[in-house]
Structures are given as structure tokens and as C-alpha cells.
């Protein structure tokens, strides 16, 4: 709980996590390249961060944290499919490090690293198959009823807002389905939601106060640029008309961290990422270990730090890693609290910094980064000076705040909406709005369908959803996986518009329609009614 005024801190941090990965799941293929994104993920990220928050709570560490678990990652992460296709994964990367320790054991410049990878894989996989049972999401959870984790939701599947709002019922619909989602995984109402990449327009604000909840978060200029001019900056939240809380992402402590020229991850100690066994060693060697096809791919094996801006790079040695580990998380509390005091003497009351980050930034990006926030949480329990806490608990203890409304805005780059919409995009977003046009359009005239038309009319909205996620736009303006994001948004679409032609037609095929329930199974207990404005779940 936050401090009484006698004991009041001089600022409260707020560290929150953006798991999010978009929907992929490829049951007519045995071997998909792209469900690696996920079990990468898993194995680098999720694990990683609940084996330490598991460690912090059994050694009796008051920690706070705020995590977001998207509801398409949830649904991958509990899919059974894509958990068998894991704990295969999780074999063959044990055995690969097996194979990796013997390989090396003439070369001591590796060795001790292949030897930390096979015991961490080896941990990664009796916890996953036996400590959780392939169910993370159930030990995220079991965190959360502690009271130090708050988990939030996000639009449904990760549709950049500002850009789906010419429809209001696809907006509407995105929220309104996350919200159900949620209460459904967790057993109550979300109080908070991550908007995908931060996205923001006046009247947003008013569809989250429908659907109940309190808080959303902003780049810093959103609050920044307020209608009324914020009399905290981004240190205090904002509460909009209606009473929903906007908190501002704090530039200081996210500058820290992100940066590319400043950031603790960039550290020539660090592990470097994009020097894998994958691309170094003989193909036959790791042929059993990558995709079928004999496509290269990464493994998660890397043996070499970041170094200089060179390719020439030097052996990883994990203690020196360590060491910067340990030193970059004492001067990042000591920032926050000569931060915090710098910022309470000017404001007159203990700020609130929110530290947002990208989860996957955590042990897949920065392989040391689980390292580092243990021990910044550790060295924050240890002090007084800078409280941890969550927005809900905040606001709970504070709740008397400024009222404005926020700026439309983003966190991509200038803040607004050019990842998403230029030239490389632009194509898309006329068939997501006509598509929205036509499904809260078959949404009232079928208001009461029943049996194969109303599979039909769900599943023609999970193809929507789908085809809104702001990843695949992402994935074409970074020029990365451009024919698979181009691809996935064509196909939802097609198939959007046959279930609809279809529909009108009065001629579901229901062997093509349990193809598609079989593919695309995201959201098992969708309503398509809530496409229609007279339907709140």
C-alpha cells in the first residue's frame, strides 16, 4: 500500500510491461516460421520474468508491478496446439545445448556460456512442463492475487485505434471484446488497458468509461499537449471527462532503458542479439534444430557481447555482464530519486513517474534485462525514498487529480500515426473501414441469428479483428516479414468478405466455416452483437 502523508515518499514509480504478440497459429502446417515469435518469447521473456517476480515473492520482496497481457497473447499462450508445438521446441532446444556444451568444451571462450544456456533452457522447461503445466497465464494470475502484479488488458487484437475510429462500432468492438476477455481469464473486470502503441484521440476516452475502465497510459507529449495545460506534466495523471485516469509516460526513465545511443541494453558487456549459432554454424549440424525447410533462423544460442559498432565481436563473459547489470540498476534508482526529489521540490507534491516498456525488451532484446529489473525492484524495496506502486493503487490512494483532456498521440515515431499509416499501408485501411461498415451492418440485420448463421456471423467478426491488429502494418513499414503481414491482412479480409457474402446470400458452407472456427480460433466465446451499439457485453 502507498505510504501515509507522515511517512509520504518523495515520488512513487510506476514500472509497467507490454506483453504483446500478434495472433499466429498455423495448424495446416506442422512446422510455421513465424510461430517462433511466440516460443521465443516464452522461453527469452515470459519465463525469465516469472521465474524472477516467483523469486522476489518467495523471498518476501514487496515489489509492485504493472504488466499487460494482450488478449491474442493470451490466447496463443493458452492455446493447446501452440503449447504442444512449444514443449517440442523447448526439447530440441535442450538438446541443442546439449549438443552445444560437448561441441564446446575445447573451446573455454564458449564453453561456460553453452553451459548456461543448457541450464537455463533445462529450467525453462521443467518449470513450464511441470511447476506450471504449460499454463503461464494461470501463474501470472497467481501473482496478481498476491496485490504486487496489476494485469491490464489491451484492444483485442492490438488494433491501432486512432486509425479504426471512421467506424465507432470497430473501436467499440475492440474494447468491448478485451474487456469480456479479460473478466473471462481472470475473474474480473480489468481497471486498466494498455492502448496499442500508446494510440489516443479526444472521444476514446469516453468508450473506455463505458466498459469501466480507470486508467490508460500516454506518450509523454499526449499530457503534454492537454487542452488544459497539465499542471504536473506528465507526473501526476489526468482525469478526463467521465473520470477515466491518463497517465504520461515519464521521457527520463524511458530514455534510460530504450535508448539506442544512452540505453543500459546498447552496454558492450551486454550480449549481442543478432550474432546466432543459427547463422554461424553448418547447416547439417543444426538442421534437426531449425525449420524443415533448412531456412536459418535464430536459436536463442549466441555467444558474443555487443562490443563496439563493429561486426568483429568478442566472446560473451557472463560476469562482466553481471557487473553492469548490478551497476546499471544502482544508478537507475538513483536517478529516479534524485529525480523525484528534483521533482517534488518544483511541483509541491511527490511525483508519479511511469516507466512503460516493451515486456519482449526483457531477455529476448536484452538478454541480461530480467537481471536488471530484479534488481532494481529489489534495491526500490530496500529504500523509502521512491515508492513502487500501480495505477490503480495510486489512484486508489490519490484521488483527487487534475481534470483535462488529452491530446491525440501515439508512441511511435513523432509521436502520431506515420508507423501506421504511409505509403507502404495506406492500401489497408480502406478495406478494414468497409469491412467494419459491413459488420455492424450484418450485426442489426441479423440481431438474433441462431446456429450455423450465427457461427458464421462470429467468426466472420474474428476475421475483422484480425485483420485490424496494428502489427501487420508495423510488420510492413519496418520492410521486415512484409509478404506474411501483407498476407495475413488479405486473407482475414477475403474471408471476412465471403462469410458476409455468404451470410446475405442465405449459403454458409458449414464444412468451409469449421475450416475457418479451426484456423482462426481466436476469441472461442465472441458475440458478434457486439458490433451492434445496443450490446455491451
Known amino acids: 500500500m502507498i505510504s501515509p502523508a507522515s511517512s509520504a515518499p518523495e515520488g512513487f514509480l510506476c514500472l509497467v510491461l507490454h506483453a504483446h504478440l500478434p495472433f499466429v497459429r498455423h495448424p495446416e502446417h506442422e512446422d510455421f516460421l513465424e510461430e517462433a515469435w511466440l516460443f521465443e518469447a516464452i522461453t527469452e521473456t515470459y519465463i525469465p520474468l516469472l521465474q524472477t517476480l516467483e523469486g522476489l515473492e518467495h523471498d518476501g520482496v514487496p515489489w509492485r508491478l504493472t504488466m499487460s497481457l494482450t488478449p491474442s497473447l493470451i490466447e496463443m499462450l493458452n492455446d493447446p496446439l501452440l503449447r504442444r508445438r512449444y514443449a517440442r521446441h523447448l526439447t530440441r532446444l535442450c538438446e541443442l545445448a546439449a549438443k552445444e556444451v560437448e561441441r564446446t568444451q575445447h573451446l573455454p571462450a564458449f564453453h561456460d556460456t553453452a553451459q548456461l544456456y543448457l541450464a537455463r533452457f533445462t529450467r525453462a522447461r521443467t518449470d ?15 501473482l496478481q492475487a498476491t496485490g504486487r502484479l496489476e494485469i491490464i488488458t489491451c484492444a483485442a487484437t492490438h488494433g491501432f ?6 467506424n465507432p462500432a470497430a473501436v467499440r468492438a475492440q474494447i468491448a471484446v478485451a474487456v469480456q476477455h479479460y473478466t473471462e481469464t481472470f475473474g474480473r473486470a480489468p481497471r486498466g488497458i494498455w492502448l496499442p502503441e500508446c494510440g489516443f484521440y479526444p472521444g476514446l476516452e469516453t468508450v473506455l468509461q463505458e466498459f469501466g475502465l480507470r486508467y490508460f497510459f500516454l506518450d509523454s507529449h499526449g499530457i503534454e499537449r492537454a487542452a488544459t495545460p497539465p499542471k504536473f506534466g506528465v507526473y501526476a495523471p ?11 509516460r515519464d521521457p527520463d526513465s524511458s530514455q534510460q532503458v530504450w535508448s539506442s545511443e544512452q540505453g543500459y541494453p546498447g552496454d558492450v558487456d551486454y550480449r549481442e542479439f543478432y550474432r546466432d549459432i543459427g547463422f554461424d554454424l553448418e547447416l547439417d549440424y543444426l538442421r534437426p534444430y531449425i525449420h524443415r525447410d533448412g531456412i536459418r533462423v535464430n536459436t536463442g544460442i549466441k555467444y558474443h557481447r555487443i562490443t563496439d559498432r563493429t561486426e568483429a565481436k568478442e566472446p560473451y563473459v557472463r560476469a562482466a555482464a553481471l557487473a553492469k547489470v548490478a551497476a546499471h540498476a544502482a544508478h537507475f534508482v538513483a536517478a529516479r530519486q534524485q ?50 506502486t500501480t495505477p490503480g493503487e495510486y489512484l486508489a490512494a490519490q484521488p483527487v487529480q487534475q481534470l483535462a483532456l488529452p491530446a491525440a498521440s501515439s508512441w511511435g515515431h513523432k509521436g502520431h500515426h506515420e508507423i501506421w499509416l504511409n505509403a507502404a499501408t495506406d492500401w489497408v485501411y480502406p478495406h478494414l473501414h468497409v469491412a467494419a461498415d459491413r459488420m455492424a451492418a450484418l450485426a442489426r ?44 491482412t488479405r486473407g482475414h479480409l477475403l474471408a471476412f468478405n465471403e462469410l458476409r457474402d455468404a451470410l446475405l446470400l442465405g449459403a454458409v458452407r458449414a464444412a468451409r466455416l469449421a475450416a475457418l472456427e479451426q484456423q482462426d480460433n481466436i476469441f472461442p466465446n465472441l458475440d458478434y452483437r457486439v458490433y451492434s451499439p445496443r450490446t455491451k457485453t
Open 128 to 142: 513450464y512442463t511441470k511447476r506450471w503445466q504449460g499454463d503461464l497465464v494461470s501463474a501470472f494470475a497467481r
Open 161 to 166: 485505434l486512432p486509425l479504426l475510429r471512421v
Open 238 to 248: 489526468l482525469f478526463c471527462p467521465g473520470g477515466v485516469a491518463a497517465f504520461g
Open 339 to 388: 529525480q523525484a526529489a528534483a521533482l517534488r521540490a518544483r511541483l509541491g507534491r511527490a511525483p508519479v513517474i511511469v516507466a512503460p516498456y516493451d515486456a519482449e525488451l526483457f531477455g529476448h532484446w536484452w538478454f541480461e534485462g530480467p537481471e536488471w529489473l530484479e534488481a532494481v525492484l529489489r534495491a526500490l524495496a530496500a529504500q523509502s525514498r521512491v515508492q513502487l
Open 445 to 488: 440485420r441479423f440481431p438474433k441469428a441462431r446456429g450455423l448463421q450465427r457461427r458464421a456471423l462470429n467468426q466472420a467478426a474474428r476475421e475483422l479483428l484480425l485483420a485490424q491488429s496494428s502489427d501487420w502494418a508495423f510488420i510492413m513499414s519496418r520492410g521486415t516479414f512484409t509478404h506474411y503481414a501483407a498476407q495475413r
